[in-house]
């Protein structure tokens, strides 16, 4: 059995994906080959030569993968800040561009004790996980209204408790509910939220249209119809001195930012843009005011 070199592997690999029109195909590539090998990306250079069988496997999911099915699919969990959650088929796979929001929260409770949390329209968990992972202080409560989405989040949760996490409090419910955690009025110090928000009729790419539900995607004709309910919860949720990060399409932060300060009890509004410069999520403080 004749070893081969490990990086032809990935360049004909990164070659197909290129093909099939994958975005980040050196990328994916790689990190199909270090899933495979079971070892970090950062470490497949001290991997020069495999044998026939990796290369096959590597192969077989690239197939997969020139095929759009998405590549946390094929190795079964999504990465936020420091924590991972798994991921599969009926649940939005989570975004990097969400830790900027995440992290905007996490500065956000510098200083403030005992933190309560509150994560609207929570999918795999991934944000109140990833909260409670890095404030095991906080109180963390995530609502979901899918039952498979609600599923995979009950999943995350006991994983990540039982490897020694602070365990978040699910619920199943609407974030549009104009009810929703009303025991919670006045009390939350960070609400998150990153909900459906892609305008009805929009072109997206195949992995979204054939494996993101739908209901997790699209969100009315301007994509907004999650967010205007989501910043009302927001609003009554607050304590003063509370923050709301809320994501969205990169078209819609100007609307976004109209529909905080239209509330007079949110203030310092403002939009944030991820790493390529586009707009992608916004925030606001909840004043004293009544």
Known sequence: MTRQPLRLAILEAERILGTAGVASPRVDAELIAAHVLGVERTRLPMVPLVD?????????????????VPLQH??????????????????????????????????LLTGVRDPVVVDLCTGTGVLALAMAGERPDA????????????????????????????????????????????????????????????????????????????MAVFSGPDGLDVIRPVIAAAARLLRPGGGLAIEHDDTQGYRVTELLAARRVLTDVRDHTDLAGRSRFSTALRTAAA
Request: hydrophobic share 45%; net charge negative.
């Open 52 to 68: 026939p069988p990796v290369v096959d496997a590597i192969g077989q999911l690239v197939a997969q993968r020139a095929k759009r």
């Open 74 to 107: 094929l190795t079964g969990w999504a990465a936020m800040g420091r924590i991972s959650v798994g991921v599969g088929p009926g649940v939005f796979v989570p975004r990097p561009e969400t830790e900027l929001l995440l992290a905007w929260g996490l500065t």
């Open 139 to 214: 109180v963390v409560h995530a609502v979901e209204l899918d039952s498979v989405a609600l599923a995979w989040a009950r999943q995350n949760a006991e994983l990540r408790a039982q490897g020694g996490d602070t365990p978040i409090r699910l619920y199943a419910g609407d974030a549009t509910d104009p009810a929703v955690l009303s025991d919670l009025d006045g009390a939350v110090d960070l609400v998150l939220c990153n909900p459906p928000y892609v305008p009805e009729g929009t072109e997206v790419p195949p992995e979204v249209a054939e494996h993101d539900p739908a």
